[in-house]
C-alpha cells in the first residue's frame, strides 16, 4: 500500500494498553490523521443512551447509524471528538458509556457501519487508526501493525489516573476489574474479535514510557518509508 503517499498504521490493542496516545502522537510526528475509532464505538453508544435506544429496535438502530457524524477534530493539542458536531469527548468516557459500549460494538449492524467509516477515512492513507481489528478487519493490508500490550496492573494504574484527572475516582482493584472484563468481552466475542493480526509487530509497553512507544512506532515507519518500492 505505501508508496508517494502516507501509510496507514493500524494500532491494535487491549483497553488502557496506550494505543490511543501512541496513535495520536505518531499521527502529529509524520503530519497524519488520527482516527481513535473507540471514540467512534462510545459516541454511537453515547446517543444510543441518550435517545433510549435498544439495540433490538432494529429500525431506530439503523435509522440512527444513517443519520450520525462523528468526527475528530484537535484543539490545543488535543484530540475531541464530535457527535453530529457536538464535543462530547468527556461524556464518551463516563462509566455509563463505558458500559454500555460493550454490547453496542459486538452489534454487526455498528460494527459494519463504523467500519465503513473507518475505511474511507484511511483510504487515501496518511492515517494511524487505533482500535482492536484495525490490522484485522479494518485495514488488513495496512503498511504497519502494532499490536500493544501491558500488563493489567499497569493499565489499570494508567486508567484510575485518566479517570482521576476527569474527577472520577475508583478504587485500583474497581478498575482492573472493570479492564479484566472488557479485555474478555473484547477477546471473545463474536465479531472482530480482539487478536494480534499475524503480521503485526507486538509492542509491550508495561515498562515504556508514552516518549519510547512513540519513538518505536515512528523508527518501524520511517524505515518503510526509507524502503524503495518494488514492483
Ligand atoms: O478503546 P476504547 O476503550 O475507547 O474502546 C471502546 C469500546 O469499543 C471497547 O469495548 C472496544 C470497542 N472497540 C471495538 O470493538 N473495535 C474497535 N476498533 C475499537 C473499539
Known amino acids: 500500500m505505501a508508496g508517494t503517499r502516507g501509510l496507514v498504521i493500524a494500532v491494535d490493542g487491549p483497553a488502557s494498553s496506550g494505543k490511543s496516545t501512541t496513535a495520536r502522537l505518531v ?8 482516527v481513535d475509532t473507540g471514540a467512534m464505538y462510545r459516541a ?38 464530535l457527535l453530529d458536531g457536538e ?9 455509563e458509556v463505558s458500559l454500555w459500549v460493550g454490547p453496542v460494538s459486538e452489534d454487526y449492524r455498528v460494527r459494519e457501519h463504523l467500519v465503513e467509516w473507518q475505511r474511507r477515512l484511511g483510504r ?22 502494532i499490536f500493544m500490550k501491558a500488563d493489567v496492573r499497569t493499565r489499570a494504574k494508567r486508567r ?18 472493570a479492564i479484566e472484563t472488557r479485555d474478555t468481552r473484547d477477546s471473545s466475542r463474536e465479531h472482530s474479535p480482539l487478536r494480534k493480526a499475524d503480521d503485526a509487530i507486538e509492542l509491550d509497553t508495561t515498562h515504556l514510557t508514552i516518549g519510547d512507544q512513540v519513538q518505536r512506532v515512528l523508527e518501524l515507519a520511517k524505515k518503510i518509508l526509507a524502503t524503495p518500492l518494488t514492483e
Open 87 to 95: 464535543d462530547v469527548t468527556d461524556e464518551i468516557r463516563s462509566p
Open 160 to 177: 484510575r489516573k485518566e479517570m482521576m484527572g476527569r474527577g472520577i475516582v475508583q478504587t485500583l482493584e474497581e478498575v482492573e476489574s
Open 27 to 34: 499521527a502529529q510526528r509524520l503530519g497524519y490523521m488520527h
Open 124 to 145: 487515501q492513507g496518511g492515517v494511524v487508526l487505533d482500535g482492536r481489528d484495525i490490522g484485522t478487519v479494518v485495514f488488513p493490508d495496512a503498511d504497519l501493525k
Open 44 to 81: 454511537v453508544a453515547l446517543k444510543m443512551l441518550r435517545d433510549g435506544i435498544e439495540l433490538t429496535d432494529n429500525d431506530r438502530v439503523m435509522k440512527l447509524l444513517r443519520s450520525t457524524e462523528v468526527s475528530q477534530i484537535e484543539k490545543d493539542s488535543q484530540a475531541r471528538i
